[in-house]
């Protein structure tokens, strides 16, 4: 690994989350309460390992063979699998993933159930349902949460990516999960990725997932 350049990358991360901290407090937001997730998702092992030497401890991925692909040498990362999940990926990435945060129907539950038991789940909410996009509906998401609970899963709150719109609709995206959080008594609300993360901060986001404005732009390069 390229020490010069894990260096100099490593400073522009501590650089933007500087900034994205102080984003969270001027939106309401506690920067020591708010937990960061560093989307890995189309970078390599370099900028993953990067975002590890400034302070990041979560990870999270979209896809499967990317995760497995940066996890060698990554030492004390607590992954996070934030994309699509098909149920047939599950026994492989079981060993390495330690927040499900894309569970969305009952079929998952159970190969999580049976090759991660008492894993750390969220469930994905669609506070605004899109075809062909992943999230259930409020009632789907009350079902699966008693549903985990019963297979020894810990459900420890929800996720929700916003459809973007004018901030007042995007903000009702967010305080409509948030309810469902509070009804639900969820401490976890994964809610805000680059582009909305203040709006999130405002609605009661405790968990931002979070690619370009912490890692810069997406890039493939060995490392």
């Given amino acids: 690994m390229d020490q010069t350049e894990l260096n100099r990358r490593t400073h522009e991360v501590r650089a933007r989350l500087g900034r994205i901290r102080q984003q969270v407090t001027d939106a309401g937001g506690d920067p020591e309460v708010v937990r960061i997730v560093a989307v890995t998702k189309g970078r390599d092992r370099l900028t ?3 975002a ?3 302070g990041l401890g979560e990870l999270g991925e ?3 063979q990317e995760l497995l692909e940066k996890t060698p040498g990554l030492d004390g990362v607590r992954w996070h699998f934030i994309g699509n999940l098909q149920s047939n990926k599950v ?5 390495y993933v330690a927040v499900w945060q894309s569970v969305d129907r009952p079929r998952l539950l159970g190969e999580i159930a049976r090759h991660s038991p008492g894993a750390e789940i969220l469930i994905q909410v669609a506070a605004q349902p899109v075809p062909g996009r992943g999230g259930c509906d409020p009632a789907t998401a009350r079902r699966l949460i008693a549903e985990a609970k019963d297979l ?3 459900p ?3 996720m929700s990516m916003a459809i973007p719109g004018p901030p007042t609709e995007v903000r009702r995206q967010f305080r409509q999960v948030r309810s469902l959080a509070d009804d639900l008594d969820l401490a976890v609300r994964s809610m805000g990725t680059s582009s909305d993360l203040a709006l999130a901060v405002k609605e009661g ?4 997932r979070l690619g370009r404005v912490l890692l810069g732009e997406a890039r493939r390069l060995p490392g």
């Fill in 152 to 154: 020894g899963l810990a």
């Fill in 52 to 54: 590890v030497a400034a």
């Fill in 48 to 50: 993953a390992a990067a």
């Fill in 91 to 95: 026994r492989r990435l079981a060993p």
């Fill in 205 to 208: 986001a405790n968990m931002l």
């Fill in 62 to 64: 979209n896809y499967a």
């Fill in 156 to 158: 420890m709150g929800l």
